[in-house]
């Protein structure tokens, strides 16, 4: 049963995360200090709450979870807990935790330490984007329904056991316990911060926090008490924010960057690419993802499903992935093709200009409307909001463009009525585990449309919530393909609304220094994170 469960999610998944997370051929050295950097600064270290390409990676390296990742695989493994048991029924899992992890505070982890920490997750008084990844524990619905502060579905017996009982089989649970939102956190810790946690983090990670210099730099250095032998190889690490990421690529064709955490701007990929040193400076494969412009279903126009169709023919996909010198494809559905479920047969709506002028006219729009788009202000996002603003143009809207740091666009997006229209790049959603249901709940589901929630379409379709459930209920391998064809079709009927615009599957690209060697010291995870815990400088 333990094997059982423990398995990857596909091979597909494994092959898409191949290239990012190859295994070193060598033996990790220990020592070392690495510097990263990015343009946008971040808000919170909470991991109840943060959740942008940021601060995510930093997060996980803060705090620890029941189930965690192999470095660069999809391969669920025990991290906090020691071991752990599923009932046949896949209703009940019962976790033994390892004996002396300890917080940075000095005090031990127990069990009621994981029960509040996801409780705290659930609560809707944190406000946090991840409640929803929870739906299946039991008293999930009367604690986001302001019933009760606790979940009746998780018991703690004694200080080394959790038991999680389910009100339905989940075939993702596992993961859901692996991502960060899943992390423990000490409540005395939450509460002496009054509200400031994110700023006061207290984990039991592989790094601590040193110093947090706002608009400047975060330190990380090394957790000396780590439950992981050897565990992290690095001293420690700098985040330097406030980079743009062409002055970051030349710091770090300098030696003074080891990461450019932006990527390669596309303007300078290609001379990159071909130069000399090149084949050691980039780390390049395939990721779970989808680059879309949502549609505000509760703003007018947006509300009218055909206007909503119009915008998805209007839309040249081709000149975004030229934009990015290739390192994209046109997307047509929400899934990215490497993740179970992706539908090849499916066509979406070919970009037709005649024909997106004429739904518009149906819907009462002959000559087009005003609008705003929201985008984050990295290049190369400003110049893709541009091309979808000429595109908008021939069809009549007039779209006004906002380019704003990544966590102001974020909270436009998750407060209700406030952006129509967000081209997703940079912020693009990636799976936070390999898992076709990652791509609904989070942003296109009903839980996500709240409140500093993900689904900026504030799309909520009652109907597709339940399929969606009765997917995830089929927790028994032997119903896998079964599973996997009723997801496919929940994107596929998805798309006859049109909340989104699927514009692009993007490969990820890094840029890394020299000092740092082969791409086989460079971890990316599954969850969409630099895994800093696993990089090792080649000494």
């Not at 993802?289 to 509760?298: A, F, M, R, S, V």
């Not at 788009?373 to 909001?385: E, F, G, K, M, V």
């Not at 006004?400 to 912020?427: K, Y």
């Not at 840029?511 to 460079?522: E, F, H, T, V, Y």
Request: glycine share 8%; net charge negative; hydrophobic share 40%.
């Amino acid at each position: 049963m333990f094997k059982r469960w423990l398995r990857p999610t596909t091979m597909a998944a494994m092959v898409a995360l191949a290239p990012l997370a190859a295994m070193a051929q060598e033996t990790p050295k220990q020592g070392g200090d690495i510097v990263v950097t990015y343009k946008d600064d971040i808000t919170t270290l909470d991991p109840a709450i943060g959740y942008d390409w940021v601060n995510w990676s930093m997060i996980k390296s803060l705090y620890s979870r029941l189930m965690d990742y192999e470095p660069g695989t999809p391969n669920l493994v025990p991290s906090l807990a020691e071991s752990f048991t599923v009932s046949p029924d896949g209703l009940t899992y019962t976790f033994k935790l390892r004996k002396g992890v300890k917080f940075s505070n000095g005090r031990e982890v127990v069990a009621s330490d994981v029960k509040y920490s996801i409780e705290r997750a659930v609560n809707p008084k944190t406000q946090g984007p991840g409640a929803g990844f929870f739906g299946a524990i039991k008293g999930f619905d009367d604690e986001t329904g302001g019933k009760t502060e606790t979940l009746s579905g998780i018991e703690t017996p004694d200080d080394g056991t959790v038991i999680f009982h389910l009100s339905r089989p989940d075939a993702t649970f596992l993961h859901v316990l692996a991502i960060n939102f899943a992390s423990v956190v000490p409540k005395e810790a939450v509460d002496a911060a009054g509200g400031d946690f994110g700023k006061k983090p207290v984990g039991s990670g592989t790094f601590v926090l040193k110093d947090w210099t706002i608009g400047q730099q975060l330190v990380f250095e090394r957790n000396k008490d780590y439950f992981v032998k050897d565990m992290p190889h690095i001293d420690s690490f700098k985040v330097e924010v406030g980079q743009e990421p062409l002055v970051a690529l030349l710091r770090l064709q300098k030696g003074e960057v080891d990461i450019a955490g932006d990527g390669i701007p596309p303007a300078k990929f290609l001379e990159i690419k071909n130069s000399a040193d090149g084949p050691q400076m980039i780390v390049d494969g395939e990721q779970l993802h989808t680059g879309y412009i949502t549609l505000n279903t509760k703003v007018k126009p947006f509300d009218n499903v055909k206007v909503r169709q119009a915008v998805n023919m209007a839309i040249n996909k081709e000149r975004v992935t030229r934009i990015l010198n290739g390192r994209a494809t046109p997307a047509n559905q929400p899934l990215p093709p490497l993740i179970p479920g992706y539908d090849k047969s499916f066509t979406g709506y070919a970009y037709d200009v005649a024909k997106a002028k004429a739904l518009l006219a149906e819907a009462g729009f002959p000559d087009g409307f005003e609008t705003v788009l929201y985008s984050t202000n990295t290049d190369p996002q400003p110049r893709i909001a541009q091309a979808i603003q000429q595109d908008l143009a021939a069809i009549g809207v007039k779209a006004e463009i906002r380019a704003l740091a990544q966590a102001n666009v974020i909270s436009a997006g998750g407060t209700e009525g406030e952006a129509p229209m967000i081209w997703s790049g940079g912020m693009a959603w990636i799976a936070d585990f390999p898992d076709p249901s990652n791509f609904y709940g989070p942003i296109l589901g009903c839980a996500g449309a709240v409140q500093g929630g993900w689904n900026w379409s504030w799309y909520c379709n009652a109907d597709l919530d339940k399929r969606a459930v009765a997917a995830d209920s089929m927790s028994d391998p032997a119903k896998s393909a079964e599973r996997t064809a009723a997801w496919g079709k929940i994107f596929t009927d998805i798309m006859t609304d049109a909340p989104w615009v699927p514009v692009i599957n993007e490969r990820r690209v890094v840029a890394k220094s020299l000092r740092m060697g082969g791409a086989d010291n460079i971890y990316i995870d599954p969850t969409r994170v630099i895994n800093y815990d696993a990089i090792y400088v080649k000494q």
